[in-house]
């Protein structure tokens, strides 16, 4: 399992489901733009600070940025 992969899908899907842009991801986190793009393609390697900082923006529990979705669980198999 790529955690790279899994954590940008993770804040790309609750971003959405908040109705959130990038844009206004990076405001409240402090976060570039750039830096939330990569990171929801899995290009960036976020640290245990990065994900904890990015959970409070998004207002969810920072282990939901890190649970296997559907897909992860497929490609274990």
Not at 37 to 52: A, F, H
């Amino acid at each position: 399992m790529d955690m790279r992969r899994l954590v940008g899908r993770n804040v790309l899907r609750i971003r959405k489901n908040k109705g959130m842009t990038q844009e206004k991801l990076a405001e409240i986190s402090g976060f570039s733009q750039q830096y939330i793009s990569g990171l929801e393609k899995g290009q960036r390697n976020p640290t245990v600070v990065t994900i904890y900082e990015l959970s409070i923006a998004l207002d969810v529990d920072y282990l939901e940025l890190l649970k296997p979705d559907a897909r992860s669980k497929i490609a274990k198999e």
